[in-house]
């Protein structure tokens, strides 16, 4: 299954995304607020067990391609935390630093809110953000 935006390819991941992904989800920095996956053992159960989501409730996050570059710059998209359970469907992201202020994760959640809206069983769709106390240019 291939998603496309605008800009994005969104697909589940395959066994080969697990190092690009961990170059993502293993960095100190574009994993800051949450938790970080310390190997990449860690970050395959961790795909792993969002795939498990995928084929029990229908969603989980994707594989963030940037279609101009093919390159793999994030992982996000509609899901429940399998990790964290009891919130509900929410949407979430984690981009590269290098992805950041070019307005990809605003294109993946419109993208999502598209996709929970045709979804009769999610009422509603939650979203957590971090406050930031300080601005810096090209933060996000």
């Not at 697990?18 to 159960?45: H, N, V, W």
């Not at 984690?94 to 809110?113: R, S």
Request: contains cysteine; proline residues 7%.
């Amino acid at each position: 299954m291939l998603l496309e935006t605008e800009r994005l390819l969104l697909r589940p991941p395959r066994l080969a995304d697990a190092e690009p992904l961990f170059e993502i989800l293993g960095d100190a920095t574009a994993m800051r607020y949450t938790t970080r996956q310390k190997s990449l053992r860690d970050c395959r159960r961790y795909l792993a067990a969002h795939e498990r989501q995928r084929r029990r409730l229908g969603c989980a996050p994707w594989v963030v391609i940037e279609q101009e570059t093919n390159s793999t710059i994030g992982f996000g998209g509609l899901y429940e935390d399998p990790f964290d359970p009891g919130w509900g469907p929410e949407v979430g992201y984690f981009l590269a630093p290098q992805a950041w202020g070019k307005g990809y994760a605003t294109e993946l959640v419109l993208h999502c809110v598209v996709i929970a809206r045709r979804q009769t069983h999610w009422p509603v769709l939650c979203a957590f953000a971090i406050p930031i106390t300080s601005h810096r240019s090209g933060y996000y």
